[in-house]
């Protein structure tokens, strides 16, 4: 298996777009872990990860897209000082340390972009991949939102709102 040490993050282009399109209908079909439905067009997902004031990056191995994540302002004006960011590990690509790769790599582009903090609004409590590695990266819990997502096989789920400071990054 390879090694995370060939694996390098970059801003993601336009030109990305159709391995980002296969990760994302792939994550999404699961059902276990975004709100996006299976039939999301095209179109949606492009703008999801390219619409204005979004800065979007790709995880890759010698030239295969392995990841992505999205950088945003979690609000606009007076809470525009906190970050918010998505991921997506292409299925078959987990335990290899792309999901630590790409939060600490977003962790020091949020920083760098001037932003004081990072809040995730929406972590699917049964994705317990997702919730331990943004605990290990820093994130508290700080709200529960009581059956706020409709999980493909468990029905109604918890989502949790995770908060990180970036002071010392």
Not at 36 to 42: A, G, H, K, L, Y
Not at 92 to 115: D, P, S, T, V, W
């Amino acid at each position: 298996m390879t090694s995370s040490v060939e694996i390098t993050v970059r801003p993601a282009r336009k030109t990305d777009f159709e391995a980002m399109w296969e990760i994302f209908t792939a994550v999404v079909e699961t059902g276990d872990s975004y709100v996006f439905e299976p039939d999301t067009p095209r179109e949606e997902a492009f703008e999801y990860w390219f619409g204005p004031d979004i800065s979007s990056y790709i995880a890759e191995d010698r030239g295969w897209i392995l990841g992505m994540y999205k950088l945003v302002a979690n609000q606009r004006g007076r809470g525009s000082h906190v970050a918010n960011a998505s991921f997506m590990v292409a299925p078959g690509q987990q335990g290899r340390g792309i999901g630590r790769l790409m939060g600490n790599h977003c962790l020091r582009e949020a920083k760098k972009a001037g932003f004081r903090s990072m809040q995730f609004n929406f972590v699917v409590s049964t994705n317990a991949p997702a919730v331990e590695l943004w605990k290990k990266l820093g994130f508290s819990i700080v709200g529960t939102l009581p059956g706020a997502f409709r999980h493909k096989t468990l029905g109604f789920v918890d989502a949790y709102v995770m908060f990180r400071d970036l002071a010392d990054i």
